[in-house]
């Protein structure tokens, strides 16, 4: 069955569950694509922050969105450096699944009330969810395999390969929780620790691409930012200090300012212009043509770049890392600081995000008082079987993390009256 899938090994394709041989035509990579993209994990994506929330407005990428436009540079870039493109597109649309309501902001409140059982990691909840909480698969004895995706295609979807408190590098992130370490280690058979597959860095920086050029072009068309505000030295400093703190911790002010004049220099670069409105058809047109040039401009760097530190032929697995030159990082990390500036960190919204996090904190207080009837029913299974107070608290946490913004909000109003 390895000839189907060019560069890969029989072990690649193994299943967490062996599951028997299937006869129609599609590989074991289409179908492990298939099952994510009919995943009720995928579609609660729809109603998740990205930056802001779900139904601020009907241009504003969700979760969702962000994960098929993910899908859509990696799945190309994967593909012109010969990985499998349904391997990486299976990475990509799984790489956020793990996120709970209220994004990055959820996130903080999770890893708070979980801080004495083993944390909360959005990364960590995206194998939890595929190898055991998504109802998919179930193994001989009952216990429940997620999805049961290949090796492959879970290995890519790893972007932090390392169990929780095993980092080779100061950082909050890790890939999977300690209970969930017997799976862990059987995707990762093999592989070199710490060391993160190709697919999977594929993944990563088609992530960084999307999120840089789409939520600045999210950030513009929302009036949050004015791409001309890029041109001013004070403005420059102020995302230098963010991408410094948040994305590349040695970055210079030169480095980050030289990034931005590197981009308003280019010729499509969509800064204001007289006479033309905000949101005009004009003024959309030519943000989505910056966006679609920018994008080309990372991932072709990027795919030069690999090619000249590794030559021509089919790069999986461990065969190769993907080379992203400095300045182009830079220039992603320096789009991510312009949306981070003036959105994320923007002083008003500072006590919406504290009351987001004192929402998922009393919820989760009023889950846990009336578990298990308080939860949905397959958590209540999870619950039932839980074999002490640590336990049971970690499948309060995934009933949250498994919750949209809005039905996060309902449930709190339902269990606390408020």
Request: charge should be negative.
């Amino acid at each position: 069955m390895a000839e189907q899938h060019p560069g890969y090994t029989e072990q690649d394709l193994q299943r967490w569950s062996p599951e028997p041989p299937k006869t129609h035509g599609r590989t074991a990579f289409a179908r492990d694509r298939a099952r994510l993209l009919h995943s009720s994990a995928l579609r609660r994506l729809a109603a998740k922050t990205q930056v802001v929330g779900p139904g601020t407005d009907d241009f504003t990428r969700n979760r969702l969105t962000h994960s098929l436009e993910v899908a859509q540079v990696g799945r190309e870039l994967g593909a012109a450096l010969g990985c499998d493109p349904d391997v990486v597109d299976t990475a990509c649309l799984a790489h956020d699944l793990g996120h709970p309501p209220f994004g990055h902001n959820g996130e903080r409140a999770l890893a708070e009330i979980a801080a004495g059982v083993g944390g909360f990691e959005g990364n960590a909840q995206t194998l939890r969810l595929l190898t055991r909480l998504e109802p998919k698969s179930s193994a001989p004895d009952g216990r429940p395999v997620g999805l049961n995706l290949t090796r492959a295609s879970l290995d890519a979807s790893t972007k932090y390969p390392w169990l929780v408190g095993d980092a080779p590098r100061p950082t909050s992130k890790f890939g999977a929780y300690a209970d969930d370490a017997p799976v862990f280690g059987w995707l990762r058979t093999d592989a070199p620790a710490h060391r993160p597959c190709v697919e999977a860095q594929v993944m990563d920086f088609a992530d960084d691409v999307a999120y840089s050029v789409h939520d600045v072009e999210d950030a513009v068309v929302a009036g949050s930012v004015q791409l001309g505000w890029l041109a001013e030295g004070e403005t420059r400093q102020r995302v230098a200090a963010v991408v410094r703190d948040w994305y590349v911790r040695d970055a210079t002010d030169e480095e980050v300012s030289a990034a931005l004049q590197r981009l308003v220099a280019q010729p499509y670069w969509a800064g204001e212009r007289s006479g033309e409105s905000l949101g005009s058809r004009r003024h959309l047109a030519a943000l989505k043509d910056m966006t679609s040039q920018l994008i080309g401009r990372f991932a072709h760097a990027a795919e030069s770049a690999t090619r000249a530190a590794h030559g021509a032929g089919r790069l999986t697995r461990y065969g190769a890392d993907v080379v992203v030159p400095r300045e182009t990082a830079l220039e992603v990390a320096a789009l991510k600081g312009v949306a981070a500036t003036f959105v994320m960190t923007a002083q008003e919204r500072q006590p919406f995000y504290a009351r987001q996090r004192e929402l998922l904190t009393e919820l989760a207080a009023a889950l846990l008082r009336g578990a298990p009837e308080t939860l949905e029913p397959l958590f209540r299974e999870d619950f039932a079987a839980a074999v002490d107070d640590a336990a049971r608290l970690r499948v309060v946490v995934d009933q949250i993390a498994s919750l949209t913004d809005p039905s996060a909000v309902l449930l709190h109003r339902r269990l606390t009256g408020t």
